[in-house]
Structure formats: C-alpha cells, structure tokens
C-alpha cells in the first residue's frame, strides 16, 4: 500500500523504532531487532481481534470440524438465465476421514503402550504420536482462537490434513497384516467415495452454472446460504 495512505498510517503504529530503522536499512537484524517486530506484530493482531465478532452465520466451531459446517458462498453471479455460485464447499465424505485418521491414532497410541508393557514389538519411530500431539496442539490453538475471534472452515485446513496423514500411516502399519485385509478394499470405497462428493460439488468450487436449486440441493448437510 502507497506509505501515505490511511491505512499505512494506521498500520505505522504498530512498528516501534528500532524494528522501522530495520526496515529502513539503517540498522541490522539484531535479537532486540527481532523482538520489536514481533511485538508489533502482536499488537496488531490483538487490536484487529478487538474488533472482530465472535459470531457469523458462515463461521465454523472447532467442535464441528469434522462435520465440515460452515461452507462459505463467497460470491454468485446471473445472467438473468443461469447462476453460477462460488463456494468454498467441503467433501462431506473426505471429512469424516481425517477424523477416523484422529481417532485411529489415539487406538494405535493406546494399543503401542499397552504392547511396549507386555513386551511385544510396537512401531519404533512413534511417527502416529507426534502427528497426533501435533494436531492436538493445532486444534488447541484453534479453541483458544475461537474465544476471540468467529472461525471459518479454512482454519482447520491443517488439522484436516494431518488426519489424512494419520490415516494413511495407519494403512500402511496394517496393509500386509491379519487385521489389514480389508484395509485395500476399503480404501478403494473410501476413494471412490470422495470422488464422488467432488463431482457433485465441483460446479460450486469452479463457479460453474448450476441454478438456485442445483445449489440448494448440494448444499445438504453443509448449511451453504444459496442467493438469487
């Protein structure tokens, strides 16, 4: 933005001294440098959070993440024929996966310990535990976000894909396995699945011509507020 416009000015009041002669060039990037910049940075997200709701029909609670609530219509257009809608529009089936990849975790996690006390062999790099502490300790910030600010479905993107990664380190531990027989079968359903919700909500995500209804009937099980 243009240094004397408003909003630089508004802006220019979160940058202290030593961190401006930094950006100036006058100075090094110095520890005291590097403090200064981030508490202005702090400060700026505290007083854009001040005057942000903490409600909005589009919002999404961290306790309704994996049921993917909250899609957002950001815009729609018509000619007066037709409507094309673009949406941010969650697979209503990829959701609920990464979810199982969570819980899966925590059965891996408990069923590791309880073998390591009887003695049995047990995964030795504990990759499922430190995906798992950390998605607990994204979701964790996502709660304490939410006590200041509404929340939108984007900002569980990496929590949603690290139970995709979960779940994907726990087919390969069981593929090959007596209780991984099914494991190949399944995912062939679960992708075929996912596909399928794709195709059905692609025309909102590439904001192609579908009509009021044809928006209206995707929008189940979603909560999507189709205009006309």
Same mark, same amino acid.
């Given at each position: 933005?243009?240094?004397?416009?408003?909003?630089?000015?508004?802006?220019?009041r979160?940058?202290?001294?030593?961190?401006?002669?930094y950006?100036?060039?006058?100075?090094?990037?110095t520890?005291?440098?590097?403090?200064?910049?981030?508490?202005?940075?702090?400060?700026?997200?505290a007083?854009?959070?001040?005057?942000?709701?903490?409600g909005d029909?589009?919002?999404?609670?961290?306790?309704?993440?994996p049921?993917?609530?909250?899609?957002?219509?950001?815009?729609?257009?018509?000619?007066g024929?037709?409507?094309?809608?673009?949406a941010?529009?969650?697979d209503?089936?990829?959701? %609920? !996966?990464? #979810?199982?990849? *969570?819980? +899966?975790?925590? /059965?891996?996690?408990?069923?590791d310990?309880? @073998?390591?006390? &009887?003695?049995?062999?047990?995964?030795?790099?504990?990759?499922?535990?430190?995906l798992?502490?950390?998605?607990?300790?994204?979701?964790?910030?996502?709660?304490?976000l939410?006590q200041?600010?509404?929340?939108?479905?984007?900002?569980?993107?990496? %929590? !949603?894909? #690290?139970?995709? *990664?979960? +779940?994907?380190s /726990?087919?390969?531990r069981?593929?090959?396995? @007596?209780?991984g &027989?099914?494991?190949?079968?399944?995912?062939?359903l679960?992708?075929?699945?996912?596909?399928?919700?794709?195709?059905?909500?692609?025309?909102?995500?590439?904001?192609r011509p579908?009509?009021?209804?044809?928006?209206?009937?995707r929008?189940?099980?979603?909560?999507?507020h189709c205009?006309?």
């Open positions: 933005m243009p240094a004397g416009s408003p909003a630089a000015s508004a802006d220019a979160f940058i202290e001294s030593a961190y401006a002669a950006i100036d060039g006058q100075s090094a990037l520890p005291s440098v590097a403090f200064a910049a981030a508490d202005g940075y702090r400060r700026y997200m007083a854009d959070l001040a005057g942000i709701g903490l029909r589009n919002g999404s609670a961290p306790w309704a993440w049921l993917a609530r909250g899609a957002i219509v950001y815009r729609w257009d018509s000619d024929v037709t409507i094309s809608y673009l941010l529009a969650p209503l089936m990829a959701w %609920p !996966l990464s #979810l199982a990849g *969570v819980l +899966g975790s925590i /059965i891996m996690a408990i069923g310990r309880l @073998a390591r006390r &009887r003695g049995r062999p047990t995964d030795p790099s504990g990759w499922n535990s430190l798992l502490i950390s998605w607990c300790t994204m979701m964790t910030a996502d709660i304490a939410a200041a600010s509404v929340m939108y479905l984007y900002h569980y993107f990496m %929590p !949603l894909v #690290l139970g995709w *990664v979960m +779940g994907a /726990i087919v390969r069981t593929i090959g396995t @007596a209780s &027989r099914l494991a190949r079968p399944a995912l062939l679960a992708a075929a699945a996912i596909m399928l919700g794709f195709l059905l909500l692609a025309p909102l995500a590439f904001h579908s009509g009021f209804q044809g928006c209206a009937e929008s189940w099980g979603l909560g999507l205009g006309r």
